[in-house]
């Protein structure tokens, strides 16, 4: 029986506060502060998004930002031939960031005034698009070799080599574009021997992926060694295999840091960049870009042209309607931090990760006085913003990373703890180690510093992980069976 609803008295004495969260569209309409009401309560269940350290994802907006979000959502990106204007601004905001990476100008720049590249809904969208660009250039290079015909080429599975340290979005292409991964497995300590990409290149490979800031530990991969295996073996087997470079966190990071090596655009074989705009580039979720370092025989085989009056454009994207909030929001966060504005955010997150990583390495285990934690971040530089470690499994302790996790969530912040494993896409997605040293099963965790992490939050979190870890000490036999035991399984953003 459905409650007679009336839009009168305040939200807590009509009828709406009453009716469960249905699956169903009601009959009547309902006064808009009490939908809004309805909205706000149920967010303030979740965790806090400033407290979430598990999320890669910008999280801080100032007034004015929420403005331009507010006129961008109006705004259809697609619609090139209505909002011009709009999309200059869109190629504006996608050149800032081919320059960023070094890019060079393209012969065709001042014809399409704009790099070849685009604004995406995240890193993912980019990769995606990176890699199907990559497997269409492999095509028409693997017919020429081969001789084959293009029915025969399309119904060979190409390879892409990358590190066991991948993000979801390279299983979707895997999946969804029929990519054959072809791993190199890190140590423990999140490092990759370039030699090991070489091993595993063959005439299918379209591409070796590097990850410039791997969402576990935030360690980069080298890409300007494995750039020297990349042409080595070019040049030994008469190959024209490319790097693309997933920079979704680092792609706003390490442009700001002095010490980490060449890794863009300067490095010979990088043919293409993505990242995500919403991590460190500090927009809104749901912003990415990819750029190509050229659109002949790259770009141009995921381009579909749009003409429109007084001109001709092109559309990279998977999708096509689009809001164009997260260009506005990219366009004002370059504008208003300048590049200086990022120096001073990269240097102090990575300030604040610092401290947190001293502070953590000096908590002892009360009985044995050994350390709580092993480390399997990269330090203090060169790296993202991260701090990654496990608890010492020296100590043989009765709980684990995951009950960590769970006892940290009573101060309210969101750690999350991880197997140290992945989904291997060509056995059915089973668990594989994601460690040449670890087991699968054992677990780890990180706390990402974002900027929003300021250093009074961080020693809260500190003090936080002191209190847990004395809870832990006191209640922590028996505590794993809560969760149900090493269950901890987290899909990482
Ligand atoms: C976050 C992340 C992605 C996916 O990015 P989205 O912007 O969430 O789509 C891909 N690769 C790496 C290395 C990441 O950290």
Redesign the pocket.
């Known amino acids: 029986m459905e409650h007679k609803l009336t839009n009168r008295g305040t939200y807590y004495s009509a009828p709406i506060a009453t009716i469960p969260l249905g699956n169903r569209i009601l009959e009547a309409p309902q006064h808009p502060r009490h939908v809004l009401a309805t909205i706000r309560d149920q967010h303030s269940l979740d965790f806090s998004e400033l407290l979430n350290t598990s999320s890669?994802?910008n999280t801080v907006f100032e007034p004015e930002e929420e403005a331009v979000v507010k006129i961008g959502m109006r705004i259809n990106l697609a619609d090139q031939t209505v909002y011009t204007q709009s999309f200059d601004l869109h190629n504006r905001t996608l050149n800032m960031v081919a320059d960023l990476w070094n890019c060079p100008k393209p012969v065709d720049f001042d014809k399409k005034g704009c790099y070849a590249g685009a604004g995406t809904?995240?890193?993912?969208?980019?990769?995606l698009l990176a890699g199907l660009a990559l497997k269409f250039r492999w095509r028409k290079w693997y017919k020429a070799r081969t001789g084959k015909s293009n029915l025969e080429v399309r119904g060979t599975i190409p390879n892409i080599v990358i590190s066991t340290q991948?993000?979801?979005?390279?299983e979707k292409l895997f999946k969804y574009m029929d990519v054959e991964p072809k791993y190199v497995v890190p140590t423990s300590d999140g490092k990759v021997v370039p030699e090991h990409y070489g091993n595993q290149i063959d005439d299918k490979t379209i591409a070796v992926v590097c990850?410039?800031?791997?969402?576990y530990a935030g360690v980069y991969d080298p890409v300007s060694e494995v750039d020297k295996v990349v042409s080595r073996v070019n040049k030994e087997k008469g190959f024209q295999v490319g790097i693309h470079v997933?920079?979704?966190?680092g792609g706003f990071v390490a442009p700001f840091q002095e010490e980490v090596p060449e890794w863009d655009f300067r490095v010979p074989n990088v043919l293409s960049i993505?990242a995500?705009g919403?991590?460190f580039g500090e927009s809104i979720c749901g912003t990415?870009w990819v750029v190509w370092r050229h659109r002949e025989d790259l770009s141009d085989h995921v381009a579909i042209s749009v003409s429109y009056l007084g001109g001709e454009g092109e559309s990279f994207t998977l999708n096509f309607s689009r809001p164009a909030t997260g260009v506005y929001v990219q366009f004002y966060k370059f504008l208003r931090l300048g590049r200086e504005g990022y120096r001073g955010l990269v240097r102090n997150s990575m300030k604040v990760a610092k401290y947190i990583r001293d502070e953590m390495k000096a908590m002892k285990h009360p009985k044995s006085g050994k350390p709580f934690f092993t480390f399997l971040d990269n330090g203090d530089d060169n790296c993202l913003p991260v701090v990654a470690c496990r608890l010492n499994p020296e100590l043989n302790l009765p709980y684990d990373d995951i009950d960590l996790q769970h006892a940290l969530a009573g101060g309210h912040w969101y750690v999350s703890g991880y197997k140290m494993s992945f989904h291997d896409v060509a056995k059915d997605d089973q668990e594989e180690p994601l460690f040449s040293d670890q087991d699968k099963d054992e677990t780890m965790f990180r706390i990402v510093v974002k900027s929003n992490l300021t250093m009074p939050m961080a020693q809260n979190l500190i003090s936080t992980m002191d209190a847990a870890l004395k809870f832990l000490e006191n209640h922590g036999e028996g505590y794993n069976q809560s969760h149900g035991g090493r269950q901890g399984k987290h899909a990482?953003?």
């Open positions: 890669y994802v809904v995240g890193s993912t969208e980019a990769c991948f993000q979801a979005a390279w990850i410039m800031g791997n969402h997933d920079a979704a966190s993505s995500s919403h991590k990415g990482a953003c």
